[in-house]
Nanobody, 126 residues
Framework: QVHLVESRGGSVQAGGSLTLSCAAS???????????MGWFRQAPGKEREGVAT????????NYADSVKGRFTISHDNTKNTLTLRMNSLKPEDTAMYYC????????????????WGQGTQVTVSS
C-alpha cells in the first residue's frame, strides 16, 4: 500500500503562484512497482481531469494543454515527494487538486491510478 498526503493548498489572485507537494509513504515493495505519479484536479460540477504526470525513474513529464508552460511537476526520489509548481494561475485553475500514483504507465485515465491523496483546495480569484 502507498499512502499519499498533499500539502495544504491555498488562495491566490490571478497571476500568482502556488506550490503543492505530496508526501508518499508505504512499504518498499509497493514503492518498487510504482511507475507513474501525477496531479489531477476536480472543479465543482466537473469530472476529475489530469493536470501533469511524471514517469518515475526517467522523469519524463506530460502536461494538460491548459497548464503547459505554467505548471511544473517534479519528483524527489530520495524524499518520496511529488511537487507541482503552479505559476501564472488563472481563475479556471480553481479546483480540488489530487496527488495520485500508479503501478502502470502514465496516462490521463483516473482508473489507472491505484493510490490517491485526500485532495487539497486551490482557489484563484480574479
Amino acid at each position: 500500500q502507498v499512502h499519499l498526503v498533499e500539502s495544504r493548498g491555498g488562495s491566490v489572485q490571478a497571476g500568482g503562484s502556488l506550490t503543492l507537494s505530496c508526501a508518499a509513504s508505504g512499504d518498499i515493495y509497493s514503492f518498487y512497482i510504482l511507475q507513474c505519479m501525477g496531479w489531477f484536479r476536480q472543479a465543482p460540477g466537473k469530472e476529475r481531469e489530469g493536470v501533469a504526470t511524471i514517469v518515475l525513474g526517467d522523469g519524463i513529464t506530460n502536461y494538460a494543454d491548459s497548464v503547459k508552460g505554467r505548471f511544473t511537476i517534479s519528483h524527489d526520489n530520495t524524499k518520496n515527494t511529488l511537487t507541482l509548481r503552479m505559476n501564472s494561475l488563472k481563475p479556471e485553475d480553481t479546483a480540488m487538486y489530487y496527488c495520485a500514483a500508479a503501478t502502470q504507465a502514465c496516462n490521463w485515465n483516473t482508473f489507472n491510478y491505484a493510490y490517491w491523496g485526500q485532495g487539497t483546495q486551490v482557489t484563484v480569484s480574479s
